[in-house]
């Protein structure tokens, strides 16, 4: 079976092509200028195709969760999003804090064979923030990062031990950039909508802190340390100042934190919360 589709605007991390795409039998054969035969033939109109995306921050929550998510449901999820490898966090249960969970995630995720599961490893045991995982066991059984996700590591030397542990191996370490004590009991970001709403307020620096610490923890290992869910402006300046000395600092973003702002939250909408 041959299926050709035609006027394609192909994306790619570094260029975007307009091409005809000729599938034999369910795989790409070429990228072309012709119109070669084909069983079917599908104008796309200059309508965007793209590789399989990765999702680098999910939550299937399996093992020991599995009401909430589980890789089965997940992986069908991100498949039809056009998802074909997705990193769940380590906020199972029990925690992938050990090679044995890692391996469980990772052959259930080649026995279903939807899409690639690369799992995050806890950065501490049980999610602690005290004693260190065994990255380097985890790592070999498919572990792609480490993250206490969920959950920031508190300790400074527990943060640098475990960004020096990771560059040995090329590994890297996922920041869920929150200073607990300075958060409180905190809802929604301190400002005006908070003292409107009466809802308590966290203040950006709650996020800011951990991150500048981060940043230069990694300046000092050498690691590899990439912030979760980034949130605020300044936050992302601090990202640019750490890439600009040259340090191993990424970043990623959720759709809501670039499209949403507290002031939806003016109605009391229990549909923003997250």
Known sequence: MKTLLTNCKIVNYDKTITKNIL?????????????PTADKTYDLKGKMV????????????????????????????AAAGG?????????????????????????KGKELGVCDILPVGA????MHSEELTEMGEMFAAGACAFSDDGKPVLGS???????????GFGGMIL???????????GVIHEGEVSAITGLRGIPSETEEIMIARDILLAKLTGGHVHICH???????DLVRWGKAKGIKVTCEVTPHHFTLTEKELLGYDTN???
């Open 23 to 35: 599938i034999e039998d369910g795989i790409i054969k070429s990228l072309t200028d012709d119109t």
């Open 157 to 167: 030397d527990v943060m640098r031990r475990a960004l020096e542990y990771v560059s």
């Open 50 to 77: 793209l590789p399989g995306l990765i999702d680098m921050h999910v939550h299937f929550r399996d093992p020991g969760l599995e009401y909430k998510e589980d890789i089965i449901s997940g992986s069908y999820a």
């Open 123 to 126: 950065v501490s045991k049980g």
């Open 272 to 274: 923003c919360k997250m």
């Open 230 to 236: 980034i949130s605020t402006r300044d936050a992302v």
């Open 175 to 185: 920041s869920h950039s929150e200073d607990k004590q300075l958060a409180g009991e």
């Open 83 to 107: 998802v074909t490898a997705v990193c769940p966090m380590a906020n199972t249960k029990p925690v992938n804090d050990n090679a044995f969970i890692t391996k469980y995630m990772v052959d």
